[in-house]
């Protein structure tokens, strides 16, 4: 059974950073994207950075040459690396991984969620 974990929130000061990390267990994967959202207090989720196996990465606008998005693929773990961080990147940020696993018959390709951790920077 897939199963992700997140870690590495927490509060922190303006200008502060915060590394999150988001770890899928469960089985042999292929990691074919990990996707990094926020949902504000009162506000709907949004899509902060993506990247797909192969490298190629994007980010919203907000966050460009502030935030890192990277993964690791022998520990099957997505990180996001949060630099100068502002008031506004307060939010529960969440990771979404699409993977494909490849011990089972036939190979299963599906989407998974993290449960989720707070980062909250204070002025």
């Known amino acids: 059974q897939v199963q992700l974990v997140e870690s590495g929130g927490g509060l922190v000061q303006t200008g502060g950073s915060l590394r999150l990390s988001c770890a899928a267990s469960?089985?042999?994967?292929?990691?074919?994207?990990i996707g990094w959202y926020r949902q504000p207090p009162g506000k709907q989720r949004e899509l902060v950075a993506v990247?797909?196996?192969?490298?190629?990465?994007s980010y919203v606008d907000s966050v460009k040459d502030r935030f890192t998005i990277s993964m690791d693929n022998a520990l099957n773990t997505g990180y996001l690396q949060m630099d100068s961080l502002k008031p506004e990147d307060t939010a529960v940020y969440y990771c979404?991984?699409?993977?494909?696993?490849?011990?089972?018959?036939?190979?299963?390709?599906?989407?998974?969620w993290g449960q989720g951790t707070q980062v909250t920077v204070s002025s």
């Open positions: 469960g089985g042999t994967f292929r990691i074919n994207s």
């Open positions: 979404s991984i699409d993977l494909t696993v490849i011990n089972s018959v036939p190979w299963r390709r599906s989407g998974y």
């Open positions: 990247i797909y196996n192969g490298g190629s990465t």
